[in-house]
């Protein structure tokens, strides 16, 4: 596309524009971009997986709401509800992180109905 635009009174310039694809969109890619733009998000997803899932099997502790979920998860398998966790001298978490699951009181944990699905 062309367009004549005025410089001086009298004399006329041809001012050539871009085409409204590249105006809009801007320069196309190179094969460059198009490469980084595949493997660099591919990259960082792989070295994101390998941080988070290297060890997982083999937690050294439970962490944040894992101290909640995971005993009262087994406890629903086990008895088919939430059991308190009863204290003592060594920490709930310590004992079932090193494979002593019998972290359980005598009684519910919460005063609810059971949970229904």
């Given at each position: 596309m062309t367009a004549a635009t005025q410089t001086r009174p009298g004399s006329t310039a041809v001012a050539t524009r871009p085409p409204l694809r590249e105006r809009?969109?801007?320069t196309p890619p190179t094969a460059?971009?198009?490469?980084?733009?595949?493997?660099?998000?591919?990259?960082?997803?792989a070295v994101g997986g390998v941080l988070r899932l290297v060890n997982l099997g083999h937690p050294h502790q439970l962490v944040f709401d894992e101290?909640?979920?995971?005993?009262?998860?087994?406890?629903?398998?086990?008895?088919?509800?939430?059991?308190?966790?009863?204290?003592?001298?060594?920490?709930?978490?310590?004992?079932?992180?090193?494979?002593?699951?019998?972290?359980?009181?005598p009684g519910a944990d919460v005063g609810l109905p059971p949970p229904g699905g």
């Open positions: 809009l969109l801007g460059g971009s198009v490469r980084w733009g595949w493997w660099g998000p591919l990259l960082a997803m101290t909640y979920y995971v005993k009262q998860g087994w406890s629903m398998i086990l008895f088919g509800h939430e059991r308190r966790v009863r204290s003592g001298p060594q920490g709930p978490d310590v004992l079932f992180t090193a494979g002593t699951p019998g972290v359980w009181g």
